[in-house]
């Protein structure tokens, strides 16, 4: 089984996310080319490990990037291979073990190629040095399916991913490997606000894991996902294809209650859209068309049809009840005076109640807030 080596991922904004994946699978013996094997000797330089979405398998290329980790910020030296070898060895006495591991298992010697430049992004080095002190993780991870990845937390990657083989699928473990017959069609919509896991069925109903694990569970594990489109408030159309697609696995993933739990799949020809929306998109996020078990189906359309109504009041009341206190400390405030307004509009929208309350009074001199108070209109106040 795959073991990943994860390093910062999931970080703030802008930052690279590089990770390895270690492999059980049996070693290669002999993972060369044969003009490398006549030659005795293969050449292994520095290279840019930046943001870009890629896979690295072959052991040239693994051996390149930790020779880039380990001398981040040394050039090689131009020279005599052998002699520029020792010396990179004199000043990081780490890179031993790639000249070793790679003698033992294969009888090949390496060198590093003279000249050559390089970097890892500053967010990830450090990424696989720990396996310098391993022999046997060393050698499994050059000598097997082990692979590093780049990538970055700004972008994610696409459905599909370049490697050093050819393009390969990035999620293809989502994908289902069919979709029974005797499945039947469910719309479900994904929750939006504050990172809420959970869905609204299509008869308003609402599934969340905290309050049915045992349903919420069911839903991701035996449903299969046809069609997906993202609704947005802003406008989206930056995205392609692939990256819509990449967009939904990330998001299918993060709607699992763990690592190790159920996960939504895909089928494979789904289809994935962003798009946006023609009014006020503030209570709904994706709307998905799902195939599941006739008997689930029926559970969910049996759930309370106010649950997902119900929701939305809630988080409509609790963005209201911010927004009123910033405008008691900056009465008359344009922008806080909107979100008031914009709030008790969706409180009301959603069945709750809202009553009228006393004018806020600008401090005084504050011509512009007064005047932004007065085309607002009165504040209200909530009920809970």
Do not use: C
Not at 247 to 253: C, D, E, I, S
Not at 274 to 295: A, I, S, T
Not at 364 to 374: D, Y
Request: proline share 5%.
């Amino acid at each position: 089984m795959p073991h990943q080596i994860r390093r910062n991922v999931f970080e703030t904004n802008s930052s690279s996310s590089h990770s390895l994946t270690l492999s059980q699978s049996d070693l290669v013996p002999q993972p060369f080319a044969t003009d490398v094997l006549r030659a005795g000797v293969v050449m292994v330089g520095k290279a840019e490990y930046g943001w870009e979405w890629h896979r690295y398998y072959s052991a040239v290329n693994k051996l390149s990037y930790l020779l880039t980790q380990v001398a981040q910020y040394d050039d090689v030296p131009e020279g005599d291979p052998e002699r520029v070898t020792e010396l990179m060895i004199d000043a990081h006495p780490q890179l031993r073990s790639l000249v070793d591991a790679v003698r033992e298992h294969t009888g090949v010697e390496l060198r590093f190629t003279p000249g050559s430049t390089g970097y890892i992004d500053h967010d990830s080095v450090g990424v696989g040095s720990e396996l310098l002190g391993d022999s046997e993780a060393l050698r499994q991870f050059l000598f097997s399916d082990a692979y590093v990845e780049t990538g970055n937390d700004n972008t994610g990657p696409g459905w599909t991913i370049q490697t050093d083989r050819g393009e390969e699928l990035y999620y293809g473990e989502l994908i289902a490997p069919e979709v029974p017959a005797a499945y039947v069609p469910m719309t479900l919509y994904t929750l939006k606000h504050y990172g809420d896991q959970g869905f609204a069925t299509g008869s308003g109903g609402l599934v969340k894991p905290e309050a049915d694990p045992e349903l919420y569970d069911a839903v991701l594990a035996q449903s299969v996902l046809t069609s997906v489109h993202w609704l947005s408030e802003g406008n989206s159309s930056h995205l392609d294809y692939e990256e819509i697609r990449g967009y939904t696995a990330r998001a299918l993933q993060r709607l699992s209650r763990d690592e190790a739990g159920p996960h939504l799949k895909v089928a494979a020809n789904f289809i994935a859209t962003k798009e946006k929306l023609p009014g006020e998109g503030w209570d709904v996020n994706g709307r998905l068309v799902v195939q599941m078990p006739r008997e689930l189906a029926t559970r969910l359309n049996a759930l309370d049809p106010s649950g997902h109504r119900k929701y939305l009041l809630a988080q409509a009341r609790r963005e209201l009840k911010f927004w009123a206190g910033r405008l008691k400390e900056s009465p008359g405030d344009r922008h806080t005076t909107k979100q008031v307004a914009r709030y008790e509009s969706l409180v009301r929208k959603f069945g709750g109640r809202v009553v009228a309350r006393k004018a806020t009074t600008a401090p005084k001199g504050s011509n512009a807030a007064a005047k932004a108070s007065a085309k607002a209109g009165k504040p209200t106040k909530t009920t809970a």
